[in-house]
C-alpha cells in the first residue's frame, strides 16, 4: 500500500467514471474463429452493471476487435464509446466512418503483447497533428495514452487532444512499496499539471481490484479504463458482477 502521508489526495474525487474494456472477450473468440464469445454482448453486460463507457482497442492486426465490433457497438451501446487505435491512414479513415465518442491514440507494436507503454507525442508532434485535427473537425474528442510527464502532456494539448490518458502500468508493476510510491508521485504530478494546463484526465493499464483503491487516490482523475482484470475476474464470477465488483472497489463499498 502507498505511504498515505504522500501529497497526492487533493483533488481525488468519487465520481470516477469506470470505461470497461471488451478487448479480451475477443481474445477467446479470435483463439478458435468462431462467433463467440461475442465482445458486442459482453458491451451490453457491462453498460447494463454499471459501466460508465466501453473501450476497444482495433489494432492492426485485428488480434481482437474487429471492424465489424465497432461497427454493432457504434449502433447499440448507450454509454460512450471510446476507440482505442493507432495514429494510422487505415485506422483514421474507420473511426471517421464510424464516428466513436472518443479516440484514444496509442502506441502499437506486432510484437507485443500489450500495450508497452505511453505514446511519444512530443517526439512524433508533426505525424500526429494532422490526425488528430482530422478526428476533432469529426466532432470526436481525442485522448493521448502517454507516460506521466509534463511534456508529453503540453505536446498533447498542443496538438489539440481534450484529454490525456495517463499509463499505470509503471505503478500497478511496480515490485516494492518505495517503487509504488515513487510511481504514484509521478502519476499525481501529471495529472495534477495536465489538469492545470486545461486537460481531462483518465488513467489506464494494469488496473485491478487490489490497486485500483490507490488509483483512485490520484487527483482530478475523472475516467479509468480497466479491461485484462474485469474479464478475467468474469471467468469466475460472471461479467456484471465482475463489472459491479470493479465499481464498489473503487468508491470504497464493501464487496
Known amino acids: 500500500?502507498?505511504?498515505?502521508?504522500?501529497?497526492?489526495?487533493?483533488?481525488?474525487?468519487?465520481?470516477?467514471?469506470?470505461?470497461?474494456?471488451?478487448?479480451?472477450?475477443?481474445?477467446i473468440r479470435q483463439a478458435r474463429a468462431t462467433r463467440y464469445p461475442d465482445p458486442v454482448f459482453a458491451a451490453s453486460l457491462a453498460e447494463q452493471a454499471g459501466a460508465d463507457q466501453i473501450t476497444i482497442h482495433v489494432r492492426e492486426d485485428r488480434r481482437h476487435v474487429q471492424e465489424r465490433d465497432l461497427r454493432v457497438m457504434k449502433e447499440t451501446v448507450q454509454v460512450p464509446l471510446n476507440l482505442e487505435m493507432a495514429a494510422t491512414d487505415e485506422m483514421l479513415a474507420m473511426a471517421l466512418k464510424y464516428v466513436p465518442d472518443t479516440v484514444t491514440l496509442v502506441p502499437e507494436k506486432r510484437e507485443e503483447q500489450t500495450t508497452e507503454g505511453g505514446l511519444d507525442v512530443v517526439g512524433n508532434r508533426d505525424a500526429l497533428a494532422p490526425h488528430v485535427h482530422s478526428l476533432r473537425e469529426a466532432?470526436?474528442?481525442?485522448s493521448m495514452f502517454v507516460d506521466p510527464d509534463n511534456a508529453q502532456c503540453d505536446a498533447s494539448l498542443g496538438i489539440g487532444a481534450a484529454t490525456v490518458e495517463l499509463h499505470t502500468g509503471?505503478?500497478?508493476?511496480?515490485?516494492?512499496?518505495?517503487?509504488r510510491n515513487n510511481e504514484l508521485l509521478k502519476l499525481a504530478a501529471a495529472a495534477r499539471h495536465a489538469h492545470g494546463i486545461?486537460?481531462?484526465?483518465?488513467?489506464?493499464?494494469?488496473?485491478?481490484?487490489?490497486?485500483?483503491?490507490?488509483?483512485?487516490?490520484?487527483?482530478?482523475?475523472?475516467?479509468?479504463?480497466?479491461?485484462?482484470?474485469?474479464?478475467?475476474?468474469?471467468?469466475f464470477v460472471g461479467l456484471e458482477r465482475a463489472v459491479g465488483e470493479m465499481l464498489r472497489r473503487m468508491h470504497r463499498y464493501e464487496l
Open 1 to 27: 500500500m502507498p505511504d498515505t502521508n504522500l501529497p497526492i489526495r487533493a483533488g481525488a474525487g468519487v465520481n470516477v467514471r469506470l470505461g470497461v474494456n471488451v478487448d479480451h472477450v475477443a481474445t
Open 139 to 142: 466532432g470526436i474528442v481525442v
Open 170 to 179: 509503471d505503478f500497478c508493476e511496480a515490485s516494492t512499496d518505495a517503487l
Open 198 to 235: 486545461g486537460l481531462a484526465v483518465a488513467a489506464g493499464h494494469g488496473i485491478d481490484y487490489r490497486n485500483v483503491a490507490d488509483i483512485m487516490l490520484l487527483p482530478h482523475v475523472e475516467e479509468l479504463n480497466i479491461g485484462h482484470s474485469i474479464v478475467a475476474r468474469a471467468i
